[in-house]
């Protein structure tokens, strides 16, 4: 398999303070890893370009664009734009260039010039909605991303597959009209965003996973909920909202799925994409807040990505057992803070 890896030095300009969990350091912890394992050597590795304002409004009001546009604060100050997401003098920089990592994604892979693509950027994307900027989000960057690969190359059906623990509630804001996009989201029940917790559009299927779940409850309704609405949609194009905040040791929520969950979902995805779609698949970073699971698991999907074995898979009894309390480790992560000819061959 070809992978491209794209991302850009530029995203960890964006900075909301010392405290807030989306910190630039979860970019250093996913690259941290792949040098370390040897991942990063069998990926080809792009800069994201910056999404023109054209991509923007396909997906957001150009009223919404403009206004915030005006927001972004000067000498080191941050603006909040709500109580969870707030912006710097660079936000909007490393924002374009988010959108833009998986419009470049979708062009190599209808291009054939990747099998699939990891988009390894932030701020995160699948929370903003339509004309409103949250949960951390400023541009859907999966949503700019179908909407170029309908523009573009024509593409009619786009499944968006989600596996954040938050419910991708700016992706279904957006395509909740459009049946020709299949979005498929699991998250923890009842928790935020508090919104399109409930579905009434049959192309719009949430799976919601009660506190606790692990291994085999998420992958029994991945199979049992997504498998066959997947085969019988038949898509053109799938896209991934990769977020690996569901771990066991992340903070922000109480599902407890492991390292080898994250490679066995990228391959029910990989299994879906070769017999729909020529294999094309563009996964975009969403959430993953506890630096070193965020790193395993990011290995752990790009190896799926990839066709490397995941290696020392965790047995069923360990799945079972409960959720552990990483607050001190926590609290130290937070503390912390044209063509493709360009190809960039970073160090990590």
């Not at 009660?210 to 409850?217: D, H, I, K, R, T």
């Amino acid at each position: 398999m070809i992978t491209s890896y794209i991302s850009h030095s530029d995203c960890a300009n964006h900075f909301m303070g010392p405290t807030h969990p989306e910190s630039p350091l979860r970019l250093q912890a996913i690259e941290r890893r792949l040098a370390l394992s040897g991942v990063i050597q069998h990926v080809q590795q792009y800069n994201a370009r910056p999404a023109t304002l054209e991509q923007l409004s396909r997906v957001h009001p150009l009223r919404h664009l403009q206004a915030l546009e005006k927001c972004p604060p000067q000498n080191g100050q941050l603006l909040a734009l709500n109580d969870d997401t707030l912006m710097c003098s660079d936000s909007l920089i490393a924002a374009r260039l988010a959108a833009g990592a998986v419009v470049r994604g979708v062009d190599q892979v209808m291009r054939d010039q990747a099998d699939n693509v990891f988009c390894a950027v932030r701020p995160p994307g699948h929370h903003a909605e339509r004309a409103d900027a949250m949960g951390f989000c400023f541009y859907n960057n999966v949503a700019v991303g179908a909407l170029h690969a309908r523009q573009h190359y024509g593409v009619k059906r786009i499944a968006i597959l989600d596996f954040d623990v938050h419910q991708g509630n700016g992706t279904v804001d957006i395509f909740k009209h459009d049946s020709d996009t299949l979005v498929c989201s699991s998250f923890q029940t009842a928790m935020y965003p508090w919104r399109y917790l409930e579905s009434s559009w049959d192309h719009i299927h949430n799976t919601p996973l009660e506190e606790g779940s692990g291994s085999l409850a998420f992958r029994r309704a991945i199979e049992t909920q997504w498998l066959k609405r997947l085969d019988d949609f038949k898509p053109e194009l799938i896209m991934i909202s990769a977020g690996f905040d569901a771990h066991r040791e992340d903070p922000m929520a109480e599902l407890c799925l492991e390292d080898d969950d994250y490679y066995w979902v990228t391959r029910f995805a990989m299994d879906i994409a070769r017999r729909h779609c020529h294999g094309r698949i563009v996964s975009v970073l969403e959430g993953g807040y506890c630096l070193d699971a965020l790193g395993r698991s990011a290995e752990a999907h790009i190896k799926a990505l990839v066709g490397l074995p995941m290696e020392d898979g965790l047995s069923t009894t360990s799945r079972l057992t409960p959720k552990t309390s990483h607050a001190s480790t926590t609290n130290a992560d937070h503390a912390a803070r044209g063509t493709d000819s360009d190809r960039e061959h970073r160090l990590f």
